[in-house]
């Protein structure tokens, strides 16, 4: 059984270790999880818990791997996505030209930008395309990079683009490296780090739902500055920005927002 009684001194020694604030974290939520994971390592107290990732790299990216909320698929909410390529992607080009910058935050096994790369291509050369595609996850990152899925990850991607970039791998689908040369993966994290400025689209889903309402309002507001005007925010299915006009958004449908 774990003596959980330390969590307070356990979240600065996250802090200091690997840069991680579990403030930001819904508490109850991520405690929990992490309790799981340091029984599942036999392991008492939270002290002990540090010292072992503190000296065992594996156990390291283990920890911070867990941290990380992987859900992940090509085209999830297909709907959105028809919207994303058939009325935001053309007016954005419109407006900033065929060399748009986009990032992709918190971008998980690469899922998301790899399918921004594949839409915008039925709009632009390849050549004109690239995606920032960031996460916090360094194991994630290595995944993405790899570019190796299931069956049920790509089940969304349109037949005439499954075809054109991927080719099946025993029982998985590997996905073609002139779609991979258009995502520059890079560690981010989104509490923290600085952002990339003069962005034209920010897709950033199904992510921000896991902070608090405090942390919630300060990613939006950054996505506000990181956006040039005119710039869109594509966010999640599961997720809503209740001031966005305080932050200076206008709503374009449902789940795109514009920066007026």
């Not at 970039?165 to 029982?171: C, D, L, R």
Request: proline share 3%.
């Amino acid at each position: 059984m774990l003596e959980t009684d330390n969590y307070e001194k356990f979240k600065k020694d996250i802090l200091a270790l690997a840069k991680i604030d579990l403030n930001s974290y819904k508490e109850k939520q991520m405690r929990r999880r992490i309790n799981t994971l340091i029984t599942k390592n036999h392991i008492a107290t939270y002290d002990e818990y540090v010292a072992l990732i503190k000296k065992d790299k594996e156990k390291f990216e283990q920890f911070i791997n867990f941290l990380t909320i992987n859900v992940s698929e090509f085209y999830r909410n297909p709907d959105q996505w028809k919207i994303l390529e058939n009325e935001v992607f053309p007016k954005l080009i419109q407006k900033f030209g065929k060399n748009l910058k986009i990032w992709s935050a918190a971008c998980s096994t690469g899922d998301e930008p790899y399918s921004l790369v594949m839409a915008l291509s039925r709009h632009l050369p390849l050549a004109n395309i690239k995606v920032i595609a960031t996460d916090i996850d360094k194991q994630v990152i290595d995944t993405a990079r790899m570019g190796l899925y299931n069956e049920k990850s790509i089940a969304s991607v349109p037949d005439d683009l499954k075809k054109k970039y991927f080719t099946k791998v025993g029982n998985s689908y590997q996905i073609s490296d002139e779609i991979k040369k258009r995502v520059e993966f890079k560690e981010h994290d989104l509490l923290k780090d600085p952002y990339p400025g003069g962005c034209n689209l920010i897709v950033c889903r199904n992510v921000v739902i896991y902070f608090t309402e405090e942390a919630k309002d300060e990613i939006y507001a950054k996505f506000y500055k990181a956006l040039a005007t005119g710039g869109v925010l594509f966010i999640g299915s599961t997720e809503q920005i209740m001031n966005y006009r305080e932050i200076g958004f206008e709503r374009d449908k449902s789940f795109f927002f514009e920066k007026a």
